[in-house]
């Protein structure tokens, strides 16, 4: 059964550090994807505020929009369109400091200024992708890919 968060205050290092187990405990257990995503996105967006934080499931030849927590979001991107599409197609996480600089980046919502996308690999396959805006400039480094990657890790994933 889920407790509130201990949200902390501190470097970014410091924040994950903390966070990290919280979700590894929240997700123990629980089997079902769906539920544990959004309990991550939840945990994510608590601790750090950010804009927006959210899952893409691949189906078919698209992401689909999954379990999210901020504005409502585009529902549908094609493989190597925007920021989410790119990094299913290259299959690699891409950090991007300033938006309007990548071409082709997806608008959802003009106050996202900057934005990490990570993909979620399964079987050498990616099967979704984590998606994190913020609203300010250069808000994602090697720090955040490094821990939401190991936070993607601790799902299992049953329907994909
Ligand atoms: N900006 C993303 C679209 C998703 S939203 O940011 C929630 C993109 O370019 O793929």
Not at 22 to 38: R, T
Request: hydrophobic share 45%; net charge negative; proline share 4%.
């Amino acid at each position: 059964m889920a407790e509130d968060l201990r949200i902390i205050t501190g470097s970014k290092d410091d924040q994950y550090h903390s966070l990290l187990p919280q979700i590894s405990a929240l997700l123990e257990g629980e089997q079902d994807e769906i539920a544990n995503m959004a309990n991550i996105c939840a945990a994510l967006k608590e601790q750090f505020n950010f804009f927006w934080v959210g899952f893409y499931l691949v189906k078919g030849d698209e992401l689909v929009l999954g379990p999210f927590q901020g504005p409502v979001a585009c529902t549908r991107i094609k493989k190597g369109k925007g920021v989410c599409g790119t990094s299913w197609a290259q299959e690699q996480t891409l950090i991007v400091p300033d938006v309007e600089l990548f071409p082709g980046h997806i608008a959802c919502s003009a106050a996202s200024k900057s934005e990490i996308v990570i993909p979620i690999v399964r079987n050498e396959r990616v099967i979704g992708v984590l998606d994190v805006d913020s609203a300010e400039l250069n808000s994602f480094d090697e720090t955040d890919a490094a821990y939401l990657a190991q936070i993607i890790g601790l799902i299992e994933f049953n329907l994909f």
